[in-house]
């Protein structure tokens, strides 16, 4: 094993251990996004995105929610409309803060343009739909 190939690792074994209670993903459709960009003194970016999505088979919707940060350029977001199937990979909050149903975005896969916020080499795996008779 490399030096990099080490470091890596135990970069993702820290990570996976502070936050590997808060991981989540899910599927969906998204019924809503709302994009806001704010400038401050002509130097300092931010990006917020804010998504509501209806995870398959589940009359429920959960919020989501991209912020980005950046010196001198307006920091990038993939596009999604409304309608399109997402997957969504992010951190649940804290238990016990104030925004406790929003999820903080990590990735956004987008399943109907085939594109990702953070490039994956991984295939896309379409989870298979089952039709429910009472």
Not at 13 to 39: A, C, M, N, P, W
Not at 127 to 133: A, E, H, K, M, Y
Request: charge should be positive.
């Amino acid at each position: 094993m490399s030096f990099r190939e080490t470091l890596a690792k135990k970069y993702a074994e820290t990570y996976y251990k502070k936050y590997g209670d808060r991981l989540t993903q899910f599927s969906g459709h998204v019924l809503s996004i709302k994009t806001t960009t704010k400038t401050i003194l002509w130097i300092f970016n931010i990006l917020t995105v804010d998504v509501v999505v209806k995870p398959e088979r589940s009359k429920a919707v959960i919020k989501c929610r991209y912020k980005a940060k950046k010196w001198f350029k307006m920091p990038s977001f993939i596009d999604v409309r409304q309608g399109h199937s997402v997957i969504i990979q992010g951190l649940k909050p804290k238990k016990g803060k104030e925004a406790s149903e929003v999820i903080q975005i990590l990735n956004i896969r987008n399943l109907t343009t085939k594109v990702d916020l953070i490039p994956i080499d991984q295939k896309i795996q379409r989870v298979q739909q089952r039709q429910f008779i009472k």
